[in-house]
T-cell receptor, first 114, second 113 residues
Framework: NAGVMQNPRHLVRRRGQEARLRCSPM?????VYWYRQLPEEGLKFMVY????????ESGMPKERFSAEFPKEGPSILRIQQVVRGDSAAYFC????????????FGQGTRLTVV | AQKVTQAQTEISVVEKEDVTLDCVYETRDTTYYLFWYKQPPSGELVFLIR??????QNEISGRYSWNFQKSTSSFNFTITASQVVDSAVYFC??????????FGKGTHLIIQP
C-alpha cells in the first residue's frame, strides 16, 4: 500500500515561470491537504480539498496560487509567475475522512526559485 | 483559531541523556487532536503520535513518551536514552477539523555522540 506520493521531489523554476506540484493520496483517501514550509519554519496550512471540491482555502495566497483535486488523477498545486519568496517545501497530506487527520504526509516537493 | 508554541528553538544533549521537548497549545475547540512529527535532515515528515483531547493518559512507545496535561494545555515529548539518530527537528501540531493542522515552529534536537 503506497503512501502519499508527491512529485517532483525537487523543482527549480526561474522567476516568472509556473510551478506545478503533484500529490497522489493514499489509496482510498479522498481528502487532501496542502502545507507550505518556509525555511526554518513550521508547516502552514494552505488548502483542503475533496474530490472535485475546494473545502477550505483560507491559507492560500490570494494571487498566483491555485489548487485542484480532479475526479481522476492527482491533486495539483499550481503557482503562477513564481517569485523568490515562493521557495519552500510543499507538503501534501491525505486522509480517508474529513477531520481524521492522522495526516499521512508525502515526502514533500522542494521548490527553488532562481 | 489555534496556536501551538514550541519555546525551545534548539536543544543539544549528549547521547544517552534524556531530553524533553515542550509543546503548549491554544484552542477554542472542545474536541481536538494533538500530534508530534519528526523531520530528519532528509526532510520528510514522520508521524509519531496522535492524541485525542479526551484521552489524558500518558503514552509510552519504546524510548518515546508523551505527557498530556489538559490543565496546562501542554503536550510534552520525552526521549529517554537519546541516540544520535534522534537528531532531527520535531514539530508539535494541533487540529482535527477541516482547516488542517496548526504546527509549532519546531525544536531542533541535536544529539552529540
Amino acid at each position: 500500500n503506497a503512501g502519499v506520493m508527491q512529485n517532483p521531489r525537487h523543482l527549480v523554476r526561474r522567476r516568472g515561470q509556473e510551478a506545478r506540484l503533484r500529490c497522489s493520496p493514499m489509496k482510498g483517501h479522498s481528502h487532501v491537504y496542502w502545507y507550505r514550509q518556509l525555511p526554518e519554519e513550521g508547516l502552514k496550512f494552505m488548502v483542503y480539498l475533496q474530490k472535485e471540491n475546494i473545502i477550505d482555502e483560507s491559507g492560500m495566497p490570494k494571487e498566483r496560487f491555485s489548487a485542484e483535486f480532479p475526479k481522476e488523477g492527482p491533486s495539483i498545486l499550481r503557482i503562477q509567475q513564481v517569485v523568490r519568496g515562493d521557495s519552500a517545501a510543499y507538503f501534501c497530506a491525505s486522509s480517508p475522512v474529513q477531520g481524521d487527520t492522522e495526516a499521512f504526509f508525502g515526502q514533500g516537493t522542494r521548490l527553488t526559485v532562481v | 483559531a489555534q496556536k501551538v508554541t514550541q519555546a525551545q528553538t534548539e536543544i543539544s544533549v549528549v547521547e544517552k541523556e534524556d531530553v524533553t521537548l515542550d509543546c503548549v497549545y491554544e484552542t477554542r475547540d472542545t474536541t481536538y487532536y494533538l500530534f508530534w512529527y519528526k523531520q530528519p535532515p532528509s526532510g520528510e515528515l514522520v508521524f509519531l503520535i496522535r492524541r485525542n483531547s479526551f484521552d489524558e493518559q500518558n503514552e509510552i512507545s519504546g524510548r518515546y513518551s508523551w505527557n498530556f496535561q489538559k490543565s496546562t494545555s501542554s503536550f510534552n515529548f520525552t526521549i529517554t536514552a537519546s541516540q544520535v539518530v534522534d537528531s532531527a527537528v520535531y514539530f508539535c501540531a494541533s487540529g482535527g477539523g477541516a482547516d488542517g493542522l496548526t504546527f509549532g515552529k519546531g525544536t531542533h534536537l541535536i544529539i552529540q555522540p
